[in-house]
């Protein structure tokens, strides 16, 4: 079952689960996954937790406990959603400890309602990094325009950042630059670089999605040629972006004062095209110092029956550019595409938190003492 698996990992690719529940923790799911699938890591986001709170599994003691003390429904959910965090990561230490604190870690969202503010995105990676008090957490900062600032901030205060929803080249430039602002500011506060981590979460399948949308409407047979390629372009490329930045002088003398390089790491990998090889966005994305986080029904499948080949990003970056192209050529705009992704993806995180705020709130009500 995990051969396909263990050559990703030998590849450098570092397999992460994308979904967290209590219930997956306490059955001993996680622990499972880590010891005979080489996961080394996890990622949450507002969807994740609000599927799995509105599940109630596992958290109604926890909601009872927390309607008799009558919090607000925002503090439950932290309460709540940071528990699983904290257990999750105690889960992960030996990981982390094995792997000097790159692999074995956990991220937690900050309020998706906050990603167009920059002060309080920055407030809110400190208060949960300070709830979770666990070395192996990553507070994930969405790459909005008000996000780079927070980024910069929240990594200067010597703050372990996984940046999430990134898009367009462009944007992971810029976050690679918010990356490296942050190092600096850090390095001449006296902090431990070493101690400080990050990934950049680049978005997969969802570009598929939105550009297969419109050469379908194009019609034409160039466009059907070009279906589904572009998901695979877009984050070859983003690799050919990060090879650049650690070949430049700047991250050279960060290094040098040991700062570790921020990964790109593969996200929306889950396919959603049924006609799909449901392995793509794993066998399409192999290259050293990645993370492929995979929702679990794409790590079974990349276990089951997954051809890892060996690297297949470093050489493709003419062809890769050469379907962006293309794609513009049939009046497509690029730019137009990443920024509904992006304004969709913190629509689609704040209406799922949203709705985890209703259906939590209505279980502390359900389970306040009753009054006599």
Do not use: C
């Amino acid at each position: 079952m995990t051969d396909a698996l263990k050559r990703l990992s030998d590849e450098g690719v570092a397999i992460w689960l994308d979904d967290l529940s209590r219930k997956r923790i306490t059955s001993g799911n996680l622990a499972e996954l880590i010891d005979e699938q080489h996961v080394v890591g996890v990622t949450t986001n507002p969807s994740i937790f609000q599927k799995a709170i509105s599940s109630g599994d596992g958290y109604e003691q926890q909601l009872a406990d927390l309607a008799s003390r009558g919090v607000t429904v925002e503090e439950a959910i932290r309460m709540i959603t940071t528990a699983d965090v904290r257990d999750a990561a105690d889960i992960l230490r030996p990981v982390f400890d094995a792997t000097g604190g790159k692999d074995g870690r956990v991220s937690i969202e900050v309020d998706p309602r906050l990603a167009h503010n920059t002060t309080a995105t920055v407030a809110e990676a400190r208060q949960l990094a300070w709830l979770v008090d666990r070395p192996n957490t990553l507070i994930k900062i969405p790459a909005t325009r008000a996000g780079l600032p927070a980024i910069t901030e929240t990594i200067g205060k010597g703050i372990s950042v996984n940046v999430t929803l990134i898009f367009s080249l462009e944007r992971y430039r810029e976050v690679m630059d918010a990356y490296m602002a942050g190092l600096e500011k850090a390095k001449a506060l006296g902090l431990d670089l070493s101690k400080i981590h990050s990934v950049a979460s680049f978005f997969v399948s969802r570009v598929d999605t939105e550009i297969d949308k419109r050469l379908a409407a194009v019609g034409t047979d160039q466009s059907k040629e070009l279906k589904s390629k572009s998901g695979l372009a877009n984050a070859r490329l983003a690799y050919q972006a990060y090879e650049a930045v650690l070949a430049s002088d700047r991250w050279q003398t960060l290094e040098k004062a040991g700062a570790n390089a921020q990964r790109p790491l593969w996200a929306s990998t889950g396919v959603k095209d049924p006609e799909l090889p449901d392995t793509l966005y794993v066998a399409g994305l192999v290259a050293p110092n990645t993370v492929n986080t995979m929702p679990e029904a794409t790590l079974e499948a990349t276990g089951d029956h997954g051809e890892i080949t060996g690297d297949t990003v470093r050489g493709t970056y003419q062809e890769s550019q050469e379907v962006l192209d293309a794609v513009g050529k049939l009046g497509i705009s690029y730019d137009e595409v990443v920024q509904v992704l992006e304004d969709e993806g913190v629509e689609k995180f704040e209406a799922s938190w949203n709705e985890l705020l209703k259906s939590t709130e209505a279980e502390l009500q359900r389970l306040a003492p009753k009054e006599a």
